[in-house]
């Protein structure tokens, strides 16, 4: 157990179909409410009672679960169940009563065989149990039952003989090896894959089964969640792209403004580029203008390499390209 607490169970098993079978027949689905208590020092809880199940009748079983002793409720709190077992009562089945299955009985009592059912993961089978185990499980299912292991999911097309259990690929899961593990996905002819969540980026372990796609924190993208949102750089510490309002991304780990605009250059698109001159620093109010010396960048008639204006006149002074001289 995870914690010292007790919980509740209410467990309601219903069906639209009235019973018919002379056994079931008096026993109205509607009635059929549990109240139990599930103690957090064990690890299985049996019904007070049975239920009688019709053949070929579907049933719905509802539980709802509280914390014992608990009024208010709290939405954060969480318990781990791992299945619904339904359990014959094997005593009454042929073979296991009357004075013929005296000895069947005594076996099931010492190996205590019915215990090792309620137990999850079921424990080892001592080989008087798995062998009385095949005998039940032939009453009730009329003979054997098919492996059916998925032929994408298992390794093959036997399975365990008690329980029928199909040997899984790789984070498969399933008797038949039919589904995804939790923290996996992409169910296929390899198995299935793990999602990798980050552990920085992610808001749990667990992806989308089909895509993989992990539930990623506010600001942070990727299929694992490990790479910032566009715009921003540093993961896991993910901050904004500063580049003066001439980029809009940056690169995604040392913050290098890509593609500056507007003839801008630096890592933060923070000076104009050889040919242009003023200061393109947001908030400056100024922008990048071509060098006159004398014709402007790109053209026949500009002879320089890059200028400046001078701090004190405000004049242009260009730096002539090599065989040029002047202002």
């Given at each position: 157990p995870q914690s010292a607490e007790d919980w509740e169970a209410v467990v309601s098993v219903s069906s639209r179909v009235l019973p018919t079978s002379p056994r079931c027949g008096n026993l109205l689905p509607s009635e059929q409410m549990y109240r139990e208590s599930l103690p957090h020092s064990q690890r299985y809880v049996l019904l007070s009672r049975p239920f009688c199940?019709?053949?070929s009748t579907p049933y719905e079983v509802t539980v709802r679960l509280q914390r014992a002793g608990v009024t208010q409720r709290h939405p954060s709190a969480f318990i781990l169940i791992d299945s619904l077992v339904l359990l014959p009562r094997v005593l009454e089945l042929p073979g296991f009563h009357g004075a013929e299955g005296a000895a069947h009985r005594e076996e099931l009592e010492r190996y205590q065989c019915l215990e090792a059912f309620r137990m999850a993961p079921p424990s080892p089978l001592a080989q008087a149990c798995a062998r009385l185990v095949c005998s039940v499980s032939a009453l009730l299912h009329s003979g054997a039952l098919p492996c059916q292991c998925d032929p994408q999911g298992s390794r093959s097309s036997?399975?365990?003989?008690?329980?029928?259990?199909?040997?899984?690929?790789?984070?498969?899961?399933?008797?038949?090896?039919?589904?995804?593990?939790?923290?996996?996905?992409?169910?296929?002819?390899?198995?299935?894959?793990?999602?990798?969540?980050?552990?920085?980026?992610?808001l749990s372990q667990l992806c989308d089964a089909v895509s993989g796609q992990c539930r990623c924190q506010p600001g942070t993208v990727g299929r694992q969640c490990d790479e910032c949102q566009p715009g921003h750089w540093g993961f896991?510490?993910?901050?904004p792209c500063q580049c003066n309002g001439h980029a809009e991304e940056c690169d995604p780990r040392t913050g290098t403004c890509l593609r500056c605009r507007d003839h801008t250059?630096?890592?933060?698109?923070?000076r104009c580029q050889d040919g242009y001159y003023?200061?393109?620093?947001?908030?400056?109010?100024?922008?990048?203008?071509?060098?006159?010396?004398?014709?402007?960048?790109?053209?026949r008639h500009y002879h320089g390499s890059a200028c400046h204006a001078d701090e004190k006149t405000h004049h242009i002074v260009c730096l002539c390209a090599p065989g040029y001289a002047g202002e």
């Open positions: 199940f019709e053949p036997e399975c365990q003989e008690q329980g029928g259990q199909c040997e899984c690929k790789p984070h498969v899961l399933g008797r038949r090896c039919d589904r995804c593990a939790p923290g996996s996905y992409g169910f296929g002819p390899l198995g299935c894959s793990s999602c990798a969540c980050s552990p920085e980026g992610s896991p510490a993910c901050r250059a630096g890592r933060h698109c923070e003023g200061d393109p620093v947001l908030g400056s109010g100024q922008q990048c203008r071509p060098c006159p010396c004398p014709g402007y960048p790109g053209t």
